[in-house]
């Protein structure tokens, strides 16, 4: 929250204490507890476990059809309208309606994140690889929950704060889940460092309990009927995006800002190994100066919205995020210099996060107060198509084209989401798309 402006330049003990009074007040670091919780299942379907399969001598092939595993987070949008419309189960929804799913799907993901620390992709890849598949569709559904508390607890004023609070405890988390799940399988083999991750996980029920229940926009409307529900619940929420102006042409600029780095990024693990890296110096790569420069991205993708608007920091941003792709090629060509690896990774973390934070920016301003489960999962779950269709066949990709032609290939996969948004530019300037934006709910009923 802003300083008091009658404070002096230089803080004392009483106005730092009374900031940090002011953010707890804030509820920001709920948000990014919140995002930790977020961000920690996502590399157990991803970099960790293709790490994992590439230490198990799994082929290419099948470490790119991994990124399929994750299919969830694309087809979210499928049963995001039950968060919206019905009670929470097992008497949860005493909590509230978003509280109550919250605690209703965490407990079976900390279980799921356990089944994936038992298995062995290499001895029995189905249980492993369907364990991750559980872990996705869990943290996939409790993703549209916290979407949602977020965008409904936070007014549009301290949506930006929210979103890099969110941003930095995912980022976090990834870390954690990520370098630090890596750098534990050396000491502890795979298994145990997994089983420390999942314990981790239960944090997120201990944030949730903390968190308070945001107030209803509008009343519940009374409605009878499977017809008449699956209306209100699926139909009106579709029909109201839809039918805002060049609704088709954002949704082709969703569905592709994240393609070029999907395909670049489903082949990293495989492609340190085959520079060459082992696991501790790969760990070290991906730990807290990675850590370090995705807050920093994302603070500066933040400000970046602030100062230019959200259309044109995201062509910005994106831009900056498809240059950094020119990184893989210099790693190809340094024949496994770790000087040029951490180089590589700290500086697509930067620009990564600093996209991501206009990204969501975007997306949360698309969202009706009406619908916002049901609109933000459908927008994110586009998102993630390129993720979990033409990263799967990555695999293929770099076996046909060689290391350097498939990252070639990936940097052109990248312009036409600009060129979208050049083009929406244009026929909405200022923020990029004013007209785009949900109409303002209804007054609050009594």
Same mark, same amino acid.
Request: aromatic fraction near 10%; include cysteine.
């Given at each position: 929250?802003?300083? @008091?402006?009658?404070?002096?330049?230089?803080?004392? $003990?009483?106005?730092? !204490?009374?900031?940090?009074?002011?953010?707890?007040?804030?509820?920001?670091?709920?948000?990014?507890?919140?995002?930790? *919780?977020?961000?920690?299942?996502?590399?157990?379907?991803?970099?960790? &476990?293709?790490?994992?399969?590439?230490?198990?001598?799994?082929?290419?092939?099948?470490?790119?059809?991994?990124?399929?595993?994750?299919?969830?987070?694309?087809?979210?949008?499928?049963?995001?309208?039950?968060?919206?419309?019905?009670?929470?189960?097992?008497?949860?929804?005493? &909590? !509230?309606?978003?509280?109550?799913?919250?605690?209703?799907?965490?407990?079976?993901?900390?279980? #799921?994140?356990?089944?994936? *620390?038992?298995? @062995?992709?290499?001895?029995?890849?189905?249980?492993?690889?369907? %364990?991750?598949?559980?872990?996705?569709?869990?943290?996939?559904?409790? @993703?549209?929950?916290?979407?949602?508390?977020?965008?409904?607890?936070?007014?549009?004023?301290?949506?930006?704060?929210?979103?890099?609070?969110?941003?930095?405890?995912?980022?976090? #988390?990834?870390?954690?889940?990520?370098?630090?799940?890596?750098?534990?399988?050396? $000491?502890?083999?795979?298994?145990?460092?997994?089983?420390?991750?999942?314990?981790?996980?239960?944090?997120?029920?201990?944030? /949730? +309990?903390?968190?308070?229940? $945001?107030? +209803?926009?509008?009343?519940?409307?009374?409605?009878?009927?499977?017809?008449? =529900?699956?209306?209100?619940?699926?139909?009106?929420?579709? =029909?109201?995006?839809?039918?805002?102006?060049?609704?088709? /042409?954002?949704?082709?600029?969703?569905? &592709?800002?994240? +393609?070029?780095?999907?395909?670049?990024? /489903?082949?990293? %693990?495989?492609?340190? =190994?085959?520079?060459?890296?082992?696991? *501790?110096?790969?760990?070290?790569?991906?730990?807290?100066?990675? &850590?370090?420069?995705?807050?920093?991205?994302?603070?500066? !993708?933040?400000?970046?919205?602030?100062?230019?608007? /959200?259309?044109?920091?995201?062509?910005?941003?994106?831009?900056?995020?498809?240059?950094?792709?020119?990184?893989?090629?210099?790693?190809?060509?340094?024949?496994? @210099?770790?000087?040029?690896?951490?180089?590589?990774?700290?500086?697509?973390?930067?620009?990564?996060?600093?996209?991501?934070?206009?990204?969501?920016?975007?997306?949360?301003?698309?969202?009706?107060?009406?619908?916002?489960?049901?609109?933000?999962?459908?927008?994110?779950?586009?998102?993630?198509?390129?993720?979990?269709?033409?990263?799967?066949?990555?695999?293929?990709?770099?076996?046909?084209?060689?290391?350097?032609?498939?990252?070639?290939?990936?940097?052109?996969?990248?312009?036409?989401?600009?060129?979208?948004?050049?083009?929406?530019? =244009?026929?909405?300037?200022?923020?990029?798309?004013?007209?785009? *934006?949900?109409?303002? $709910?209804?007054?609050?009923?009594?």
């Amino acid at each position: 929250m802003p300083p @008091d402006q009658t404070e002096p330049a230089l803080a004392t $003990p009483a106005s730092f !204490g009374a900031r940090l009074a002011a953010f707890a007040r804030s509820g920001l670091w709920l948000m990014a507890a919140f995002g930790f *919780a977020s961000g920690l299942p996502l590399p157990l379907s991803g970099f960790t &476990l293709r790490q994992w399969m590439s230490e198990g001598g799994s082929s290419r092939e099948v470490i790119g059809l991994t990124a399929s595993i994750g299919l969830a987070y694309t087809l979210k949008f499928l049963w995001a309208p039950v968060f919206d419309h019905t009670p929470a189960p097992f008497g949860l929804s005493r &909590l !509230g309606r978003r509280r109550g799913w919250l605690l209703t799907i965490q407990p079976c993901l900390t279980a #799921a994140c356990v089944m994936l *620390a038992l298995s @062995d992709p290499s001895r029995g890849p189905v249980a492993a690889v369907t %364990a991750a598949a559980l872990v996705a569709f869990l943290s996939a559904s409790q @993703d549209i929950a916290v979407d949602a508390w977020r965008i409904e607890s936070f007014p549009e004023e301290l949506q930006g704060a929210a979103l890099a609070a969110y941003v930095w405890g995912y980022r976090a #988390a990834m870390l954690v889940a990520g370098s630090a799940a890596i750098g534990m399988a050396g $000491p502890l083999g795979w298994h145990g460092s997994l089983l420390v991750i999942a314990g981790i996980s239960a944090l997120g029920m201990v944030t /949730t +309990l903390c968190a308070g229940e $945001p107030a +209803l926009r509008r009343a519940p409307q009374a409605i009878k009927g499977f017809t008449a =529900r699956l209306k209100v619940a699926v139909v009106e929420p579709f =029909r109201d995006f839809l039918s805002r102006p060049s609704a088709w /042409t954002v949704l082709a600029f969703i569905m &592709l800002f994240k +393609l070029g780095e999907a395909m670049a990024g /489903t082949m990293a %693990a495989p492609f340190y =190994r085959a520079m060459g890296f082992d696991r *501790a110096t790969i760990a070290l790569a991906t730990s807290f100066p990675n &850590l370090a420069c995705s807050l920093a991205g994302a603070a500066a !993708g933040g400000l970046l919205v602030a100062k230019l608007g /959200t259309g044109r920091a995201l062509v910005l941003t994106g831009f900056v995020q498809m240059a950094s792709m020119f990184l893989y090629f210099a790693l190809a060509w340094s024949q496994g @210099d770790p000087t040029i690896l951490f180089t590589k990774i700290m500086l697509e973390a930067f620009a990564e996060s600093m996209a991501d934070a206009a990204f969501m920016t975007f997306l949360s301003a698309m969202c009706a107060r009406g619908h916002t489960a049901t609109q933000y999962a459908l927008l994110s779950s586009l998102a993630a198509v390129a993720l979990r269709t033409v990263g799967g066949l990555s695999g293929f990709l770099a076996t046909a084209l060689g290391w350097e032609g498939f990252y070639g290939l990936t940097i052109f996969a990248a312009l036409p989401a600009m060129l979208i948004m050049l083009y929406l530019l =244009r026929r909405y300037p200022g923020t990029g798309h004013p007209e785009l *934006a949900p109409t303002p $709910p209804a007054p609050d009923r009594a």
